[in-house]
């Protein structure tokens, strides 16, 4: 197993070249850290 990480500002295509990279190799499974939610407050964020 592979794993590639991604990281950039908001707004700094991470989306974009993972859906690239997406269409040129198999078997690939994406997480992505911006849809989270959080239920009540956070202490160390």
């Not at 590639?4 to 707004?11: D, E, F, K, L, N």
């Not at 993972?18 to 269409?23: L, T, W």
């Not at 040129?24 to 009540?40: C, M, P, Q």
Request: charge should be neutral.
């Amino acid at each position: 197993m592979k794993v590639i990480a991604m990281a950039s500002v908001t707004a700094g295509g991470k989306t974009t070249i993972v859906n690239e990279i997406k269409k040129y190799l198999s078997n690939v499974v994406t997480l992505h850290f911006d849809g989270y939610v959080f239920e009540g407050a956070v202490d160390n964020f």
